[in-house]
């Protein structure tokens, strides 16, 4: 929901930093392939068709040139490479996305096509497509930054006809400057979803979306926010031979983002654990409630010489349909308090996408830290329209009723962005206020949120949102 203000404290020189070296001189290409209907399978793995569409969307937004299949057959998914490796420019940055299938042979993780034909194991070679073999074509043609995301190590039907156990994914042997990560641990395979999206690549998808984090802390983020969501039985597996630093969100980042809270949607952390292990100096808390300062306000000087706004002014004015630049910017925009701008922002970015439900869910946050309480609530049930499990924006909304005195309201919405995001401190925080206000003892919830984020009261209060008042 909310732009983490620990931010502007500890990361802004990872946002405003050197423009993105890679956005601006190289390509930024994806092929992100589901499948998720395999004929010899049981049931179609609809979370997988979800995933793809989410993570596609992310990507596209982070300045790729994505490529997204659905059900590929093995001739599919070959000149779908073929596409992709013939994007790769030299010195940019490639990223495949696997979800359905995955088999290891001989120590090496092959990817299955839909029309996969696997009776023994010399098919799996015959009919799969190798991972190594992938990134080093990546790598050949040219690419700095190599990158992929398996969600692949399922218990299938075919394993199951020539092993008598599940053998998982194998390590990858990966070029230079590659980050590969499994959704599971080497070895081990995990059931389909059963609700509509995947633990891993909702956790993914917070992570990567924090404005300055590394994509290698994005990732290791990622591995603790699945341990945490699975309660260990989930644990996915990382290798990184990066030598840059690379954002997916923010340009290239030194200073990793270390943070317990939830954010505006598309620009989220989320990295923190309860006890306070997600990172950052926790400051033990006392049992007097003290007025925080709020947070301070970027100038207007601060805002013109910000490069990253700059480098997103510059693409505007270039292209003034670029909906990404205006959505960043206005993201950019409320992380350094300049609401008004912000809210400028996110009304092109929904002009030119009128389906936007994430730029609706900013607005709807922006709206509420200003006080405009209607007009914030118009755009976050319009988000939860577009998108009934955006919880980022059930968090918005729970910010709105918290301000318009609706506790009951806002109780309902944090518990159901809890129930979708257990480590959200905002909904934590937000939760207790609301309860203490409607006279009820919210002080476990005030006091878990305060472990995770010892900022979170400050925050709060930039948005006009005292702890200290009845």
């Known amino acids: 929901m909310r732009v983490i203000i620990v931010l502007l404290l500890t990361c802004l020189a990872a946002i405003c930093g050197p423009r993105d070296a890679f956005a601006a001189t190289s390509s930024k290409v994806a092929l992100v392939i ?3 209907k395999y004929p010899d399978n049981d049931t179609v793995m609809n979370e997988v068709t979800n ?12 300045g790729f040139d994505v490529e997204r299949g659905l059900n ?3 001739d599919a998914m070959r000149q779908a490479l073929d596409r992709f490796y013939a994007k790769i420019q030299q010195g940019g940055v490639a990223l495949i996305f696997f979800g359905g299938f995955g088999i290891q042979s001989a120590r090496q993780t092959y990817l299955l096509p839909v029309d996969a034909q696997i009776w023994a194991e010399p098919d799996v070679v ?14 050949t043609r040219g690419a700095s930054v190599k990158i992929a995301i398996i969600d692949a190590a399922r218990r299938n039907p075919f394993e199951r006809r020539f092993r008598r156990y599940s053998a998982g994914l194998a390590p990858a ?5 590659t980050l590969a990560i499994y959704s599971t641990a080497l070895g081990s395979v995990i059931s389909s979803a059963k609700s509509d999206h995947s633990v891993f690549v909702t956790e993914l998808l917070r992570e990567i979306r924090a404005p ?12 603790a926010g699945v341990v945490a969501a699975t309660r260990g039985e989930q644990v996915p597996w990382l290798s990184s031979s990066m030598t840059t630093d690379f954002s997916f969100f923010g340009g290239p980042g030194s200073t990793p983002v270390q943070s317990g809270s939830g954010t505006l949607s598309g620009a989220g952390t989320g990295s923190g654990t309860s006890g306070g292990t997600g990172g950052g100096t926790i400051i033990p808390q006392t049992a007097t409630c003290e007025t925080p300062a709020p947070p301070a306000i970027s100038s207007a000087d601060e805002l013109a010489n910000d490069p990253a706004i700059s480098d997103y002014s510059r693409r505007i004015r270039q292209d003034p349909s670029d909906r990404i630049a205006y959505y960043k910017r206005g993201q950019l925009y409320a992380i350094k308090g300049a609401y008004a701008l912000a809210v ?3 009304d092109q970015a929904i002009r030119l996408n009128v389906r936007d439900a994430e730029a609706y869910n900013n607005r709807c946050w922006t709206k509420a830290a200003t006080g405009d309480l209607n007009n914030a609530l118009v755009d976050c ?14 968090d918005s909304r729970g910010l709105v009723y918290l301000k318009l005195g609706r506790y009951a309201d806002a109780i309902r919405d944090y518990n159901d962005s809890l129930s979708r995001n257990p480590r959200s401190v905002s909904s934590l925080f937000g939760r207790g206020l609301a309860e203490k206000r409607r006279g009820g003892d919210g002080s476990a919830d005030i006091k878990q949120a305060k472990d995770m984020d010892h900022t979170i009261a400050g925050e709060f209060a930039g948005y006009g949102v005292n702890e200290c008042a009845p």
């Open 212 to 223: 300055g984090t590394t994509a290698e802390q994005a990732f290791r983020n990622t591995q």
């Open 381 to 394: 049930n319009e988000a939860l329209r577009l998108k009934p499990d955006l919880y980022d924006a059930l």
């Open 51 to 62: 995933d793809t569409q989410d993570l596609a969307d992310e990507l596209k937004r982070d």
């Open 126 to 139: 015959h009919d799969g497509f190798n991972l190594e073999t992938i990134l080093g074509e990546m790598n």
């Open 173 to 177: 042997v990966t070029p230079n400057n």
């Open 344 to 346: 400028t922002d996110f």
């Open 34 to 36: 589901g499948n998720a």
């Open 72 to 74: 590929l057959s093995g």
